[in-house]
C-alpha cells in the first residue's frame, strides 16, 4: 500500500508516492550551504504546505557541515553549493539549481572593474590602498570566507591560491554576513554568491557586484555559461536516500519550483 503525497500549485497538481511507512509526523532534516539553505527553505515550506504532517528541518553551517552530516547520518540530506570532489564519492549528488560567485564592493566605490591580477594582489596583502587598482586614497578591507564554505574553495582554486595566501581583515561565516560587512564598510571588497547579491542590490543595499573577465556579474551570464565563475547547488545523500528524501528531492528538482528557484536569482535546471 502506498500513500499519495499531493501538492497543488498553480492550478497544477503534483503526486508524489512515497512507502506506508511515512507517516504524520516524519520529519526531513537538511544541513549545510548557507548559499542552498534560504532556497531549501522556500522549498520545504512549499512542500510541507502539500503534505501536512510532515516537518522539514533545515540547517546551515557550511557546505562541509552538509558533506559530513550526510555521511554521517546527522542529516537526511545535506547541502553543498559546489560540485563534488573525487573523494566524495560515497555521496551522490542531485543538482537543483546554478549559482556564480561574484565580487563586491561598496556602491559608494568608484572602481568599476578589477582584473584577476588585482584581486589577487588585494587579497595577498600585496595591494593594499584603492588608489593603486584606480579608486579613492583609502584602505582596503579585506574580507574573506571562513574555512569549510564552498564560496572560499571555489574562489582560491579560480585564483590559484591557497587560504593561507590570504591576508583577511574580516573572515565571516554566510553569504548574508559578508554582505552585511561590505555595505557596512565603503573601503571593504569580499565575494558572495551572486544570486543573493544581486537580490539585494535590487533591493536597495549598497553593494555593487563588479564584473569578472569582462563578464557582468548576473544571473543571466550564469544561465548563459558566459559567466567564469560559476557552481552547481546540490543535495547530497549518502546510499539509496530514503522515500521521503526521495520525494523532497524529486520536488526540489521539479518544474513545480523554479518560481522559488528564480525569486533567489538562481538559475533551474531545464526539466524533463
Known sequence: MKIKLFLLITGFLTVFSVSSAIAEG?????????????LALEIAKRFEKGNPGIRVDVQTGGSSRGINDARKGL????????????????????????????????KSNPVQKLSDEQII?????????WKEVGGTDSPITVVNKAEGRSTLELFLHH????????KADVVIGDN????????????SIGYVSIGTAEYEERHGT?????????????????????????????????????????????????KDVHDLIEAQFFVPLESE
Open 121 to 129: 594582489s588585494i587579497y595577498t596583502g600585496a595591494v593594499e590602498n
Open 206 to 254: 549598497p553593494i555593487r557586484l563588479l564584473p569578472m573577465e569582462g563578464v557582468p556579474a548576473t544571473v543571466d551570464n550564469v544561465r548563459d555559461g558566459k559567466f567564469p565563475l560559476s557552481r552547481q547547488l546540490n543535495l547530497v545523500v549518502k546510499g539509496t536516500p530514503s522515500p521521503l528524501a526521495n520525494a523532497f528531492i524529486d520536488f526540489a528538482q521539479s
Open 26 to 38: 516524519s520529519k526531513l532534516v537538511l544541513t549545510g550551504s548557507s548559499t542552498v539553505a534560504p
Open 176 to 187: 548574508q554576513q559578508g554582505i552585511k560587512t561590505v555595505s557596512g564598510n565603503p573601503g
Open 159 to 166: 585564483f590559484s591560491l591557497k587560504n593561507s595566501d590570504i
Open 75 to 106: 542529516a537526511d540530506i545535506g547541502m553543498v553549493s559546489r560540485a563534488l570532489k573525487p573523494e566524495e564519492s560515497d555521496l551522490t549528488p542531485y543538482t537543483v539549481a546554478m549559482d556564480g560567485i561574484g565580487i563586491i564592493v561598496h
